[in-house]
């Protein structure tokens, strides 16, 4: 068991100088409340710029496929 402290001493040792700060996190509501339209449209912004080219890409994957030049 000895070894086991020995070996955590080692290592808080060396972790002692990578230790950060803690961020300041409150417990205060938010300023400002979001409505519910603001949020669909927080939400729907999202899906689009993040699903949208994906979804293109798949739904073209066979002429992405298709070499240009070549024979058909």
């Known amino acids: 068991m000895s070894g086991l402290n020995r070996s955590?001493?080692?290592l808080r040792s060396v972790m002692r100088h990578q230790i950060?700060?803690?961020a300041?996190?409150?417990a205060k509501p938010a300023k400002h409340v979001l409505s519910a339209g603001e949020q669909i449209?927080?939400?729907m912004?999202?899906?689009v710029t993040?699903?949208?080219p994906s979804g293109w890409i798949l739904t073209n994957l066979e002429e992405y496929k298709k070499?240009?030049?070549a024979a058909e």
Do not use: Q
């Open 8 to 10: 955590f001493y080692l």
């Open 20 to 22: 950060t700060p803690k």
């Open 24 to 26: 300041n996190i409150s």
């Open 41 to 43: 449209f927080v939400m």
């Open 45 to 47: 912004t999202m899906f």
């Open 50 to 52: 993040i699903l949208g």
């Open 67 to 69: 070499r240009p030049g």
